[in-house]
């Protein structure tokens, strides 16, 4: 069972009330990044290739990412968490894939907290602004054995 946006939002407190969704929370962009360099993952470990952030631009004093066609890592700025007992997934805001683009995302582990990840597609030109809502949190009931331990615990948050 999903649980309610009211319970997402209890979950990751500090949420604006225009982010709680009859099902979940939206979640807003912070940062773009292109990667530049290429990343590994063998049977022992992983790295993540160098990004580079990119620059936002003035749009009638708006403070907005202009991008052209391509693959973006895109930075949320809330901090999840996904409480014990659950698993967490995120889907692209509906908007954003009617207008040609797509977030690509994985699973959410129980245990985890921090200032996530998404691969932003961009099929058509798009101007997003910073601080804008692109994306959706979603809770649901999950057995688990244990709880997210791994590389990115805590990231992003101070
Ligand atoms: O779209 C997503 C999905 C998950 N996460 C976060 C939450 C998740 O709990 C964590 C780790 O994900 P995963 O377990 O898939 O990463 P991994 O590549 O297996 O790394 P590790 O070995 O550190 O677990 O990353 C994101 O930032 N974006």
């Known amino acids: 069972m999903f649980e309610s946006g009211a319970y997402v939002a209890d979950a990751l407190g500090d949420i604006a009330d225009e982010q709680v969704q009859p099902n979940g929370v939206d979640l807003t962009l912070a940062r773009v990044e292109r990667q530049r360099e290429p990343g590994r993952i063998t049977t022992e470990g992983k790295t993540i ?21 391509g693959y973006y890592v895109a930075g949320y700025a809330e901090t999840v968490r996904v409480p014990e007992g659950h698993v967490g997934y995120v889907y692209p805001r509906s908007s954003l894939m009617r207008n040609s683009c797509m977030l690509h995302t994985a699973v959410w582990d129980a245990g985890y907290e921090g200032k996530g990840k998404g691969l932003l597609e961009v099929g058509h030109p798009i101007e997003i602004e910073k601080g804008a809502r692109f994306a959706q949190f979603v809770l649901a009931d999950a057995n688990h054995e244990g709880e997210y331990d791994g590389s990115y615990q805590g990231e992003g948050v101070e």
């Not at 749009?59 to 907005?64: A, E």
């Open 49 to 69: 290739g160098e990004r580079t952030r990119v620059a936002t631009v003035d749009r009638d004093g708006r403070d907005c990412y202009a991008l052209d066609p």
